[in-house]
């Protein structure tokens, strides 16, 4: 039983029960029943993402997740989102530098639907070229809209390529426009079958269920898909400290300038990753956090200000960001950013403090976990990355065992110039 100690939380998450098991092919599978609504979550993670794809052909992970709802061998083009609609339902899929993901949420009368669908995905996909040249088009219609023409939208971009000069998590999921136009259909077909295989999936289903019944179907849909031949590739770079502060000047599509400051930080799940995401929660965590109640309205140097870790299963990034008011430039932000973090270096966080950070964290978590798409989101995320599906239930533990010793420590190891990349985001009219 996950419970509040701290604070005046409104609610407390109950213990997610939950079976798990391997079918002979590889497939890991995660069942989590919940008859409180007739509602029940489909999803299966790929654990593959950007950081696995080819340096000459970058954007392959996340193009896969646009070319595989074109449709299958069994399902016409165009018909794979209508099966949903008609069902009355809905799906997505996301990607990341780590992962692929896909998810359907039907009433629990067509969860053998979801079933069909998936195993589809993954035993009968098309690739052809009508689909990929299609999604091609697609894809760079998100590129436009979502990073070229959206203020700020290079963000992660320019923040990867330089904080990173080894490992691929230098680009980002969106990957290269060249790279996708280069790739040839026996390439796209040469990923598939190296990473949309059983043994590199995980089968999550949350909701509406009868755990016997929906192992027989699970069978019945995925028993028979054969395991892949490919050894699957996983990167073993270890990216080399920065060494020094990396400082750059982006132009950009905006009117108001930003600074930006990412610093290198370890891995997820690790001790040190659990710290620094309370000292981002003490510095960006609502508008009481001390960037918001000092940089905005005491000192009124910008008009919003974050703070967050990057989550990635490699050693990932710590970003600060901070969009300048119309009076204040971004030396001034930044000279106003340096101090918020040269406080928390020398000043212990206070108890008050740091109960309150421990609800804000507890109540994001506890929301994520309250419909089934996000338990079996998670579910599936615990075990690819951890090795443990049950830090659905005991991970805020490790939130709570955080001490303001430990967020003293991490601000003093990580938040240094040497570990940092510095970006000013400016109008492109100052050019």
């Known amino acids: 039983m996950v419970s509040l100690s701290v604070g005046?939380?409104?609610f407390a998450q109950s213990n997610i029960s939950f079976v798990e098991y391997d079918l002979p092919n590889g497939l890991h599978v995660i069942l989590h029943q919940d008859n409180s609504t007739p509602i029940v979550a489909v999803s299966v993670l790929y654990h593959v993402g950007s950081k696995n794809e080819d340096t000459t052909r970058t954007g392959f992970a996340h193009f896969f997740e646009h070319l595989l709802f074109e449709g299958s061998e069994n399902i016409a083009r165009g018909e794979f989102d209508k099966y949903i609609q008609k069902a009355g339902g809905a799906n997505n899929a996301n990607t990341s530098q780590d992962r692929t993901f896909y998810y359907e949420v039907l009433s629990s009368n067509q969860l053998e639907l979801g079933l069909w669908l998936e195993s589809e995905r993954m035993l009968h996909a098309k690739i052809?070229?009508?689909?990929v040249e299609t999604q091609r088009e697609v894809v760079k219609e998100e590129k436009r809209q979502r990073v070229d023409n959206q203020p700020y939208g290079t963000l992660m971009e320019e923040v990867f390529k330089r904080a990173y000069k080894k490992h691929p998590y230098r680009w980002v999921p969106i990957g290269s426009m060249e790279h996708l136009n280069a790739a040839k259909l026996d390439e796209f077909m040469e990923f598939y079958r190296t990473f949309y295989v059983p043994q590199n999936a995980t089968l999550s289903i949350a909701g509406d269920l009868?755990?016997?019944?929906?192992?027989?179907?699970?069978?019945?849909?995925?028993?028979?898909?054969?395991?892949?031949?490919?050894?699957?590739?996983?990167?073993?770079?270890v990216e080399p400290a920065l060494g020094k502060e990396i400082r750059d000047t982006v132009f950009d599509k905006i009117q108001l300038p930003a600074v930006v400051q990412a610093y290198r930080i370890p891995a997820q799940g690790t001790p040190d990753y659990y710290a620094l995401q309370v000292l981002t929660t003490l510095l960006s965590g609502g508008g009481s956090s001390r960037y918001n109640r000092s940089i905005v309205y005491e000192q009124q140097k910008a008009v919003a200000t974050f703070a967050f870790p990057f989550p990635l299963e490699d050693p990932g990034v710590f970003i600060a960001l901070g969009i300048c008011n119309q009076e204040t430039g971004p030396a001034e932000l930044e000279k106003a950013m340096d101090a918020e973090a040269d406080r928390v270096k020398k000043e212990p966080i206070t108890e008050a403090e740091k109960n309150k950070v421990i609800n804000q964290i507890e109540t994001a978590f506890i929301e994520q976990n309250q419909q089934v798409a996000g338990i079996a989101e998670n579910l599936a995320n615990y075990h690819v990355y951890y090795g443990d599906a049950n830090l659905i239930n005991t991970e805020m533990e490790r939130y709570r065992a955080v001490t303001a010793a430990d967020v003293l420590r991490v601000a003093n190891q990580y938040l240094v110039k040497e570990n940092r990349v510095v970006l000013y985001y400016l109008p492109q009219a100052s050019n």
């Open 210 to 237: 009868d755990i016997a019944k929906t192992k027989v179907l699970v069978e019945k849909y995925f028993g028979s898909i054969p395991k892949g031949k490919r050894e699957i590739p996983r990167p073993k770079v």
């Open 8 to 10: 005046s939380a409104a």
């Open 128 to 131: 052809e070229n009508i689909g």
